[in-house]
T-cell receptor
Framework: EAQVTQNPRYLITVTGKKLTVTCSQN?????MSWYRQDPGLGLRQIYY???????DKGDVPEGYKVSRKEKRNFPLILESPSPNQTSLYFC???????????FGPGTRLTVL | AQTVTQSQPEMSVQEAETVTLSCTYD???????LFWYKQPPSRQMILVIR??????QNATENRFSVNFQKAAKSFSLKISDSQLGDTAMYFC???????????FGPGTRLSVLP
């Protein structure tokens, strides 16, 4: 089954404790992206990757890191999480950026 | 930078009626792509419809159609014969021809009433 998977689905952590949210797709897509969703703001792009070893900042990259060492995986890293990073996070992928994006199920992150 | 605006935070419609959700965007590009995504209570993001700016014909998908007005930078979504399962958040989104930065609007919460 073609899909984008994210783990964990739910996470509660404390300020400053490094965490990684994994994202994997099995569709051989070149483009992958991370978004955060906050009430009243819609989805905002954090980082995107147009291919292996190629990553670029989106609209809200501060406090986040990503890597794209393999085509299928695109982890999101929070080196020192803060409460303002409490949000719902989505990973998405597509063949190229202007194609339809397929979204993962979302990760609900709470930083205390 | 591109921006996407959805001026209706919430809307409601009676089952079987027609409703139109509005979206405007700002860009200096001449070619780009526009999308409507649906997010039901399950939180899953689902593509509703996609429009390529260089195509003058409005995209349609079953009960869903768009009114794309390129000069006015408007991209509204019409849902015909509304069903209870259409209850969701609807997001308008834009990406340029280079396929890089994806920009979403703030969303419209649609409730379909029985």
């Amino acid at each position: 089954e073609a899909q984008v998977t994210q783990n964990p689905r739910y996470l509660i952590t404390v300020t400053g404790k490094k965490l990684t949210v994994t994202c994997s797709q099995n569709m051989n897509h070149e483009y992958m992206s991370w978004y955060r969703q906050d009430p009243g703001l819609g989805l905002r792009q954090i980082y995107y990757s147009m291919n292996v070893e190629v990553t670029d900042k989106g609209d809200v990259p501060e406090g986040y890191k990503v890597s794209r060492k393999e085509k299928r995986n695109f982890p999101l890293i929070l080196e020192s999480p803060s409460p303002n990073q409490t949000s719902l996070y989505f990973c998405a992928s597509s063949f190229v950026g202007r194609d339809t994006q397929y979204f993962g199920p979302g990760t609900r992150l709470t930083v205390l | 930078a591109q921006t996407v605006t959805q001026s209706q935070p919430e809307m409601s419609v009676q089952e079987a009626e027609t409703v139109t959700l509005s979206c405007t965007y700002d860009t200096s590009e001449s070619n780009y792509y526009l999308f409507w995504y649906k997010q039901p209570p399950s939180r899953q993001m689902i593509l509703v419809i996609r429009q390529e700016a260089y195509k003058q014909q409005n995209a349609t998908e079953n009960r869903f159609s768009v009114n794309f007005q390129k000069a006015a930078k408007s991209f509204s979504l019409k849902i015909s014969d509304s069903q209870l399962g259409d209850t969701a958040m609807y997001f308008c989104a834009f990406i340029d021809n280079y396929g890089q930065n994806f920009v979403f609007g703030p969303g419209t919460r649609l409730s379909v009433l029985p």
